[in-house]
T-cell receptor
Framework: SQQGEEDPQALSIQEGENATMNCSYK?????LQWYRQNSGRGLVHLIL?????REKHSGRLRVTLDTSKKSSSLLITASRAADTASYFC?????????????FGKGTLLTVNP | KAGVTQTPRYLIKTRGQQVTLSCSPI?????VSWYQQTPGQGLQFLFE???????NKGNFPGRFSGRQFSNSRSEMNVSTLELGDSALYLC?????????????FGPGTRLTVL
């Protein structure tokens, strides 16, 4: 079953604009990660935020996490055409033998040049 | 370090056949997980192996199986293929006990069942 739900399902913006994607999940988590996927290829890890963190930055990416609302957001600033991809949030509820990622259905981001 | 590699990248099979997919994790990673991605169901966890033992399994029929070798390389097998098994199969490795719990994914194997 899907743990996360991304919103919106699709987003189309112009180059240079910011893109914000949201993710909601249902159960308590250990970490939340964001991945990018280009056209049916493998997943590229973008950023991991732990359940005790509220915000994290990496280059043009900013991720927030609100565990009380069970939600996260990914902000991509100054978008580029190369950012066109599907973006997924993934949660894990524990480590060791219970470790597995549960993914949302993703947001398809299109950045128009 | 080299990333996660998967072979083959593309496969075409017919119903009833079986298939074996291979995954080589990042050097030093002992945890290998497999995921299935389809347009309808999205990304779903298949199973995870650690030190040659299956530690965790998703909700898939017994036709889906896997194994891990002593060098951490992993294979997954699907027997008696069905049309619905057409999917992108992704392998991921993780350094358990490392500073983060990041899973790194391979490029995937695209399986088409005719």
């Amino acid at each position: 079953s899907q743990q996360g739900e991304e919103d919106p399902q699709a987003l189309s913006i112009q180059e240079g604009e910011n893109a914000t994607m949201n993710c909601s999940y249902k159960t308590s988590i250990n970490n939340l990660q964001w991945y990018r996927q280009n056209s049916g290829r493998g997943l590229v890890h973008l950023i991991l935020i732990r359940s005790n963190e509220r915000e994290k930055h990496s280059g043009r990416l900013r991720v927030t996490l609100d565990t009380s609302k069970k939600s996260s957001s990914l902000l991509i600033t100054a978008s580029r055409a190369a950012d066109t991809a599907s973006y997924f949030c993934a949660t894990d509820a524990g480590g060791g033998s219970n470790y597995k990622l549960t993914f949302g259905k993703g947001t398809l981001l299109t950045v128009n040049p | 370090k080299a990333g996660v590699t998967q072979t083959p990248r593309y496969l075409i099979k017919t119903r009833g056949q079986q298939v074996t997919l291979s995954c080589s994790p990042i050097s030093g990673h002992r945890s290998v997980s497999w995921y299935q991605q389809t347009p309808g169901q999205g990304l779903q966890f298949l199973f995870e192996y650690f030190s040659e033992t299956q530690r965790n399994k998703g909700n898939f029929p017994g036709r889906f199986s896997g194994r891990q070798f002593s060098n951490s390389r992993s294979e997954m097998n699907v027997s008696t293929l069905e049309l619905g098994d057409s999917a992108l199969y992704l392998c991921a490795s993780r350094l358990e006990g490392g500073p983060t719990d990041t899973q790194y994914f391979g490029p995937g194997t695209r399986l088409t069942v005719l």
